[in-house]
């Protein structure tokens, strides 16, 4: 038992603790840190090396070139599409210098840049004309072009406004987004692109995003060319894109894909974008008509809402008072020599249906007179 009880001098030392407290010397202040003291501190702390201090500029100088680096690239791929003169980006390039100015205006889609030929219709009707149609668009985009066009150019006397089945349906996807990147500071496409991609930001405000994350088609290489100098072949005539081809397999493979036949979407949006393009024609005076373009009659018969659609197309029609000329029935339409695809005109069947619409339009009244009185 004696061994468990603290002896004599461990009781004084627990006392001490206790009651005491800590020694006289743990318990004197601080002396004060004297001008001496700091500077003895400060001499005892080794200064960093210069070879330091040349390592981290050399890598904020590297991380700053790479920068300066992307933002230079990306404003060469840019000011290199912006000056091109030649097939699409030429008819874009146009379309935001002002350099088109035209008394008809044909807008649209694939089908309105594949079938009406600028060059037909300016000759006979006498009033220039140039083509804007939008390969791969929806109403939407198609709409955003042609307000991109009014803010540069003189406004039309008439629009022409190739309708598709489909002209209801808006873009869940852009086709080749690469088009739209060196444009876009425009608010009417970027309002367009971000309805569709809430992200497209990035597209504008992070140099080369755009072009690393949705250029599927390496448009940028086309803006390196241009920025070289060196052009494309050029594939269009007043905007209007011939197809020197001949009918191809694709209807079959879509037929046997679809027996029961296809339906397209009525979209509320799609309704509104297309009124959208009447309302502003006629807040501009600008004359409008709309116009169905020639299709494959065995297409049609797989349309399965076609009245549906062309029952809307007729409500915008009779409530703006705007002419709708209906090709569906078209000798045209009944051959495939006139055809590259079920949807599309080949070039002879373009040249035979644009000199049809002049022929008509030029006698149309439609048309408004020119300065000089005649029509």
């Known amino acids: 038992m004696s061994s468990e009880l603290p002896n004599e001098e461990d009781s004084r030392s627990l006392i001490r603790k206790e009651f005491v407290g800590p020694p006289v010397a743990a318990r004197l202040p601080t002396p004060p840190r004297t001008k001496e003291t700091i500077a003895e501190k400060n001499a005892s702390v ?40 030649t097939c699409d ?83 869940h996807e852009i086709y080749d987004p690469a088009q739209y990147m060196p444009y876009l500071k425009e608010e009417a496409f970027y309002h367009a692109i971000c309805r569709v991609y809430p992200d497209a930001w990035k597209w504008k405000y992070l140099p080369l995003y755009g072009y690393l994350v949705e250029d599927n ?10 920025f070289l100098g060196f052009q ?32 397209f979407d009525i979209e509320p949006q799609g309704v509104r ?26 297409m049609q018969m797989l349309e399965r809402n076609r009245r549906e659609i062309f029952a809307r197309f007729r409500e915008i029609c009779n409530r703006f008072n705007v002419p709708l000329w ?19 005109l080949n070039a002879e069947g373009a040249e035979a249906f644009s000199t049809d619409l002049a022929l008509r339009l030029a006698g149309s009244g439609l048309l408004p007179p020119t300065k000089g009185g005649t029509k």
């Open 273 to 298: 974008d297309l009124t959208e393009l009447v309302q502003i024609c006629r807040q501009q005076g600008i004359a409008i008509m709309f116009v169905y373009s020639p299709e494959y009659a065995e």
């Open 89 to 171: 980006f030429g008819v874009s390039n146009r379309v935001m210098t002002g350099r088109i100015n035209a008394e008809i205006l044909i807008t649209g889609s694939s089908r309105a840049l594949t079938h009406y030929d600028s060059r037909v219709i300016q000759k006979i009707t006498g009033r220039q004309t140039f083509n804007i149609g939008l390969n791969g668009s929806q109403t939407d985009m198609q709409l955003a072009l042609f307000k991109a066009y009014l803010n540069h150019n003189v406004k039309p006397k008439l629009v022409v406004n190739n309708l598709d089945l489909f002209s209801f349906v808006t873009s």
């Open 217 to 226: 088609l390496f448009k940028w290489l086309l803006g390196v060319k241009g």
């Open 46 to 85: 080794a200064p960093l090396n210069p070879r330091h201090w040349r390592g981290l500029a050399q890598i904020v100088g590297f991380f700053g070139l790479i920068v300066i680096l992307i933002f230079a690239t990306n404003a060469m791929i840019n000011v290199g599409l912006r000056h091109i003169t």
């Open 232 to 263: 494309g072949k050029e594939d269009r005539f007043q905007g209007f894109l011939p197809r020197h081809t001949t009918w191809t397999g694709d209807f079959k493979k879509f037929r046997d894909a679809h027996p029961e036949g296809v339906k």
């Open 326 to 344: 209906d090709y569906s029935e078209s000798p045209l339409c009944q051959s495939r020599t006139n055809f590259y695809n079920s949807q599309h």
